[in-house]
Each structure stands twice: as C-alpha cells, then as structure tokens.
C-alpha cells in the first residue's frame, strides 16, 4: 500500500495558477522587487565559485525573500546568458510562487520528496544538461530548519554538478511565525552576502556518506551565515 500511494503522489500533476494565484504571485513580485531596490547589497566569494557553471545554489529557505534578486544582481553580473531553475512545490502555494519565479524569469519546476519527487529530479537534471544553474533550498519545504537533506548530495552526485552553499545576514529584519522563522528584510537594510567553497561530490558515495555530506553541507551554510 506504501508503495501504491507514493506512485500516485508522483503521478498526480502539479496545480496550475489559477487567477488568484497569478494575481497574487504578480503583487509579491512586484513587492519583492520595489522591497529589494531599497536594500544595500554586498558580496563576499573568495573562492570565486559562481565563476562555475552551471552550479547547484543552496540557499536556506527562511532566506528565499531576496535569492533572486541575488542571482540577478550578482550571478548574472558574471555572465549575460546564465539561466535559472528552481524547485517549487507541487501544491497550490507553489502554484502562486511559480509565477513570482517567472516574473524573474526563473523556470520552475514542479514537486518535492512527497510529491512528485521522480518529476522533480528528472526535470533538474534535464535543466542542468541544458546549462542551466539550480537553486535549491535543501531543508525545504518543511524542514527541520538549517537540515540540509540528501537530495541535492543525489542530485550533484547524479549530474557532477558542483553545489555551491550560499547565505546572507542582514542588519536588520522580522522574523515570521513560520517553521522556517522566515526573514523579512526591512526597508534601508545592508544585506551582505557570502559564497562559500564549491563542494564537489563523488559519483561513488554510498548513502551513509551522502548523510555526511549533507551535514557538511548544512555547517557550511550555518558558517557562511552565522546561524
């Protein structure tokens, strides 16, 4: 029966926008951007990684409210081609986030470990084949808060793709009542954001190896924010 009801989660298609979530996800769009253009930004990547491409970005999630204007403002700075992929979650919340990612013009794509999980992977390969960066958020969609899970080991092992951890801090912010303790950022904040050392996985990590490298990881992302 197990195996029956993951089979049909995975078969079952991702909502669609309808139009209450195209005109919501159009208003956080523009609220993040106006959000965002008040915001200083600074960059720290010694070890210049997002040179590599295409690179697996992981980002945790309580900081998504500002990763595309980071790979906008910074990624895309060091190459005029460079496109992004996303994974976004196959419910109707994901359904309003996917049209705030196309309004960056950032490509979707669908699913999550209890959804749809097969589609996802396959369709973040294909993007990587094509060039295309990712960016992941490896202790969504429901954590445990800064858990890096297995996944984006998997799926940099799967492509040899390198992953590349990056966080921000910010001066200041609200923290929402959500599992994540999600960062707004205020009007006027320095948002200093660090890039952390590509971390390359081998094609013949074994699975307890793959948990140690998503704990590594997840250390690595806490440094480069300070959690």
């Known amino acids: 029966m197990a195996k029956e009801s993951s089979s049909l989660k995975n078969a079952l298609p991702a909502h669609?926008?309808?139009?209450?979530?195209?005109?919501?996800?159009?208003?956080?769009?523009?609220?993040?951007?106006?959000?965002?253009?008040?915001?200083?930004?600074?960059?720290?990547?010694?070890?210049?990684?997002v040179l590599q491409q295409p690179a697996i970005f992981c980002i945790w999630h309580n900081r998504l409210a500002l990763c595309l204007e980071i790979f906008r403002r910074y990624i895309v700075h060091h190459g005029d081609q460079r496109r992004l992929a996303a994974l976004v979650s196959a419910s109707r919340d994901g359904a309003m986030l996917s049209v705030v990612l196309r309004a960056y013009g950032v490509e979707p794509v669908r699913g999550s470990s209890s959804r749809r999980g097969f589609q996802a992977m396959k369709g973040l390969i294909t993007h990587l084949k094509k060039g295309a960066d990712l960016a992941l958020t490896p202790d969504?969609?429901?954590?445990?808060?800064?858990?890096?899970?297995?996944?984006?080991?998997?799926?940099?092992?799967?492509?040899?793709?390198?992953?590349?951890?990056?966080?921000?801090?910010?001066?200041?912010?609200?923290?929402?009542?959500?599992?994540?303790?999600?960062?707004?950022?205020?009007?006027?904040?320095?948002?200093?954001?660090?890039?952390?050392?590509?971390?390359?996985?081998?094609?013949?990590?074994?699975?307890?190896?793959?948990?140690?490298?998503?704990?590594?990881?997840?250390?690595?992302?806490?440094?480069?924010?300070?959690?």
């Open 140 to 227: 969504g969609p429901r954590g445990p808060r800064y858990q890096a899970h297995e996944g984006v080991i998997t799926l940099s092992q799967l492509t040899q793709v390198p992953i590349i951890p990056v966080s921000y801090r910010l001066s200041s912010f609200t923290a929402l009542s959500t599992w994540d303790e999600f960062m707004l950022p205020h009007p006027m904040a320095r948002c200093t954001v660090r890039f952390g050392k590509s971390l390359h996985i081998d094609r013949q990590l074994k699975e307890l190896d793959r948990q140690e490298a998503a704990k590594v990881l997840g250390r690595e992302m806490n440094l480069l924010g300070e959690e």
């Open 16 to 49: 669609q926008p309808k139009w209450a979530e195209k005109l919501a996800g159009r208003t956080v769009a523009m609220m993040a951007k106006s959000l965002a253009a008040t915001v200083r930004f600074e960059f720290e990547d010694p070890h210049r990684s």
